[in-house]
């Protein structure tokens, strides 16, 4: 998402400026090209040499100055910018720009900005709450800028409250959801992910190697589209995705309450979950301890949770996954027809960089009209992103089918 992008970092002077170089070197290891401008007050934090090795660009400090011996700094910044990120942003920054006083490069460049701006104000808890500068913020943001509103916790006035800069990731996160057009706005995505946990004593269980990565990848892409996003998880090792409504499940039969409980209002699930067909006949109260000759389990059928879906009232769009070793498509093809999908993505367990445990997939979704899209190797996220593409093209369809 970040790969090639240009980002502008504008660093004000506050005592978080420490975390630009951190920032920076996120933004860069995402593929990003980041040229940052320093105001006076943030070089007594900061040198510019950190942010200049670790950018591998200049770092811009002056007004009055000249790239390229004849591109003037602030429209040539404002011009290769794709975004553009304030952090620290101080009271004192977000006061001019709310009141369009440009009085040195960083307060230029955000006049003659077109690209999206986000803010990240860090100050002190009191300076945070001020009217003064609450307002600024909601001016601001009726204009069009992005606010990432500040963490709460200690802070380097010894004081404890809300005025921390949030971790890096966080703004990170923040900076791809800015870039990312919001086509899934007004959408309610349920997305199911994992394997789930089939016990049958207190110790044990059935289970696969789902590692739930491509599920949570898609929950994420649908989050940053605009979507509302619930994710039903069976157990990972993975943080649930930011500004996602994450629910925990353990067996097949908790994942189907759990999916069939939330459905009013969805309008689009997606069944990555690696779902048990089988669960064991009977659940002993106690360890099974070891005897002399083998032991059996009896397994009984587990509900077809999507096959549930499919039969429910209600016009939602519905995507199934399909993991196979053999006859890939036919079998998938029969699935999406049985189980009433719209679409169903495909993949090979025999495919290298396919499968559960990997950050890549080599996928192929099929429709009900019969095409195939074969996608070469990429990662869970652009995969998820390019099945998302699907369903919003699916929508758009419907809605307009709804109007004819
Ligand atoms: N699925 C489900 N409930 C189940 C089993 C599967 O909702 N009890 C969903 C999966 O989440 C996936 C799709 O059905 O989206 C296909 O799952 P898969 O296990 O590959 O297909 P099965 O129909 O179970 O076929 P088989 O195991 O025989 O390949």
New binding site residues.
Partial sequence: MLKGRHVVLGVTGGIAAYKCAELTRELIRRGAEVKVIMTESAREFMTPLTLQTLSGNPVYTELFTLIREQDIAHIALAEFAELMIVAPATANVIGKAAAGIADDLLTTVLMAMKAPVLFCPAMNTQMYGNPALQENLKKLQAWGYHVLPPASGPLACKAEGQGRLPEVTAIVEAAVSVLTLKDLAGEHVLV?AGPTREPFDPVRFITNYSSGKMGYAVALQAQRRGARVTLVSGPTSLPPPDGVEIVNVGS?LEM?DAVLSRLAGVTVVI???????YRPAALREQKIKKKGGSLTLELER??????E?GRKEGRRII??????SENLLE?ARS?MV??N?DL?VANDLREEGAGFQCDTNVIKILDRKGNIEELPLMDKAEAAGRILDRVRALLKEKKRGRRG
Avoid: L, S
């Fill in positions: 199911t097949a189907r069944k990555a979950a690696a779902v048990a067909d587990n509900p077809d949770i999507i096959q879906i995507v199934g996954f399909a993991m196979e079998n699935k049985e189980k999908m169903i």
